[in-house]
């Protein structure tokens, strides 16, 4: 039984998770950095352990000092939530080996299907279509150039162990492939710890659908409908919605079995994503699992009226799922929104300092999800997002003006932040209709900064 659990990780997902183990009556432990010591997270934790300094590696990357934390505050369990340390299976086998609960799946699950070579692989074996690729690690440029050049360009440099849109860049040409391959490298390094990659085909302009599945250790795999992600800018999303608006229903309904046949091939269990390119033709592939609690889960909570953190610790503390598919049912449509310290009339440049005025929306349909508050001074040591707007409506249209209404209410001076960009996306005619593939938050970009300069 989980009466007490850390939480190894910082700003609006560990308040996330803070509020679900207080309705569970579980305790916590939150850790942070000397740069976040009056963080919000801090705050509202039970206790909290500072755990190094402001660089990552020195803190929410620094395993040995949260496990220590967890140990010495006498904590049955720790949540990773997303990013860090959430899916690096040396972490989880130190949590379990010091007999403490990962909330998670096993690490030898976590390895297998955080290493994306090895998953596109496991995929392929269950009959899941992938995306073409190498076979194996690329160990340099020169051995990637030369398998790039047999895939056939555009191709994606992807990191073996990366997720969350870091250690990827996308090459459209033979000249550019060093210093891409090079860059996406370092980068997987330096938010890893590991800088194994692997090339596969680029599709352009997909659209980027990924299910939402949950499994237990008893076999039960069910899935909670898919979401959207396609609005994403250097491969960072943005915005997120689901159901997904113009989806097919022969297809989804392919794609949710396939996510929950992927679940089987690995024997998962825990909360987790499928992620699925569609393209044009209505074709799909398999792009890959991330094994962790996703950004967007609100927007599958919203239509499914699901709380994904709890079920995520139900899990993790040997319960069955409790759930049939016939029992989860898709209601409305919701959206959410980033809002990011950055500027968006500057190429969406990250930004830090002090919060001088905060004001959040609300309203009927509306759900914010922060780490922030009033005087909160942001630092510049980590990811850019602030807050999570989301917004649920009957139809598709309520949620959007709904959107549109918050982002007019979401104020935060000091800094500079994007929610005026968001609400300018809110009124263009191929957000509206849904048609919007992987390509339309760039050129949104660049219709914004070209009319903000005039």
Wanted: charge should be negative.
């Amino acid at each position: 039984m989980i009466r007490k659990l850390l939480i190894a990780n910082r700003g609006e997902i560990a308040v996330r998770i803070i509020r679900t183990c207080r309705e569970m009556g579980i305790r916590t432990v939150a850790v942070y950095s000397t740069a976040d010591a009056n963080a919000l997270h801090v705050q509202m934790a039970d206790e909290s352990v500072c755990i190094g300094g402001p660089a990552a590696k020195d803190s929410y990357l620094n395993m040995n000092n949260i496990i220590q934390a967890a140990c010495q505050t006498g904590c049955d369990a720790i949540h990773p939530g997303f990013g860090f340390l959430s899916e690096n299976a040396l972490f989880a086998r130190l949590v379990e080996a010091v007999g403490l609960v990962f909330i998670g799946p096993k690490a030898d699950v976590i390895e297998r299907m955080g290493n994306k070579n090895e998953a596109r692989k496991t995929m392929q074996e269950a009959g899941i279509p992938v995306i073409e690729g190498t076979p194996g690690i690329v160990s340099n440029w020169k051995r990637g150039l030369k398998a790039a050049d047999q895939i056939g360009f555009p191709v994606m440099i992807k990191a073996a162990n990366g997720g969350g849109g870091k250690g990827m860049r996308i090459v459209h040409d033979h000249d550019a492939f060093k210093n891409a391959f090079l860059e996406a490298k370092a980068e997987a390094k330096a938010c890893f710890g590991n800088d194994d990659m692997y090339i596969e085909k680029y599709i352009e302009n997909p659209k980027h659908v990924e299910i939402q599945v949950a499994a237990d250790e008893f076999g039960n795999v069910v899935h909670l409908f898919e979401r959207d992600c396609s609005f994403q800018i250097r491969n960072q999303k943005m915005l997120e919605e689901a159901p997904c608006f113009l989806l097919d229903d022969k297809i989804r309904k392919a794609m949710c079995k396939d996510a929950v046949k992927a679940c089987q091939a690995v024997h998962y269990s825990s909360l987790g994503t499928i992620e699925f390119l569609l393209d044009a033709s209505g074709t799909y592939y398999f792009m890959e699992m991330n094994t962790r609690i996703q950004v967007e889960h609100p927007v599958t909570e919203m239509i499914t009226g699901l709380d994904l953190v709890k079920l995520q610790i139900r899990i993790a503390n040997h319960n069955p799922l409790g759930l049939k598919q016939k029992d989860i049912v898709c209601r409305g449509h919701a959206m959410e929104c980033r809002i990011n310290a950055e500027d968006a009339k500057a190429d969406l440049k990250p930004d830090a300092g002090k919060i001088t005025f905060l004001n959040l929306p609300g309203g009927r349909g509306v759900r914010v999800d922060g780490g922030i508050y009033d005087g909160y001074t942001v630092p510049p040591f980590y990811d850019s997002m602030l807050v999570k707007v989301i917004t649920f409506g009957d139809t598709r249209l309520e949620c959007i003006k709904k959107m549109r209404q918050a982002m007019e209410e979401c104020v935060i001076d000091g800094i500079h932040t994007n929610e005026e960009f968001h609400y300018f996306v809110l009124h263009q005619k191929e957000l509206i209709e849904g048609v919007y593939d992987t390509s339309f938050a760039q050129k949104c970009l660049k219709e914004w900064m070209e009319n903000e300069s005039v």
